[in-house]
T-cell receptor
Framework: GENVEQHPSTLSVQEGDSAVIKCTYSDSASNYFPWYKQELGKRPQLIIDIRSNVGEKKDQRIAVTLNKTAKHFSLHITETQPEDSAVYFCASPDTGGFKTIFGAGTRLFVKA | GAGVSQSPRYKVAKRGQDVALRCDPISGHVSLFWYQQALGQGPEFLTYFQNEAQLDKSGLPSDRFFAERPEGSVSTLKIQRTQQEDSAVYLC?????????????FGPGTRLTVL
């Protein structure tokens, strides 16, 4: 089955700096890679996703890159703001069934 | 429009009690997922429904866990004879189409505490 590993577990940046979070996956047949943001006490919400037929996708200050050969994908947040502080989860479907496997999460702190 | 809702938001149970957690997905959504989220961890898959059919229950940790979605809309997760290790936030998510390669819309979760 699919295995997803996420790094780092904690990331602290100064406001205005960039933040990068990386995930690796094991199932070479995986074809969908979402990123979810979860603020403290709130529900996870999708912020960006990418499918395996493209290598990069951008939406304003956030972008996701995918390297299928190396089986990893990364979340990039530029010009970070205090409201970006949250836990970010990557995910990947287990193509053997209907599971979605989530990473353990990265707690991002943006210092003003 | 209305998002995914869950009830109750908080549940305290004594060890050995049975609990039932409800999920109301977005109207018309085909797919429904249940997850268990322990403190400081990512959501862990429990089970998946496509309309009323439970197509994957491989994540249910024991036979004390049971889920149903009899009419293809509202779903209930039941935990029998609760144990302390069942304490977690239970998240429900729905998706407009079948399969797992689509955006999932999460509910606020039910925080279960087993004493």
């Amino acid at each position: 089955g699919e295995n997803v590993e996420q790094h780092p577990s904690t990331l602290s940046v100064q406001e205005g700096d960039s933040a990068v979070i990386k995930c690796t996956y094991s199932d070479s047949a995986s074809n969908y890679f979402p990123w979810y943001k979860q603020e403290l006490g709130k529900r996870p919400q999708l912020i960006i996703d990418i499918r395996s037929n493209v290598g990069e996708k951008k939406d304003q200050r956030i972008a996701v890159t995918l390297n299928k050969t190396a089986k990893h994908f990364s979340l990039h947040i530029t010009e970070t703001q205090p409201e970006d502080s949250a836990v970010y989860f990557c995910a990947s479907p287990d193509t053997g069934g209907f599971k979605t496997i989530f990473g353990a999460g990265t707690r991002l702190f943006v210092k003003a | 429009g209305a998002g995914v809702s869950q009830s109750p938001r908080y549940k305290v149970a004594k060890r050995g009690q049975d609990v039932a957690l409800r999920c109301d997905p977005i109207s018309g959504h085909v797919s429904l997922f249940w997850y268990q989220q322990a403190l400081g961890q990512g959501p862990e898959f429990l089970t998946y429904f496509q309309n009323e059919a439970q197509l994957d229950k491989s994540g249910l940790p024991s036979d004390r866990f049971f889920a149903e979605r009899p009419e293809g809309s509202v779903s209930t997760l039941k935990i029998q004879r609760t144990q302390q290790e069942d304490s977690a936030v239970y998240l429900c998510a729905s998706s407009a189409t079948s399969g797992r390669a689509n955006e999932q819309f999460f509910g606020p979760g039910t925080r279960l505490t087993v004493l």
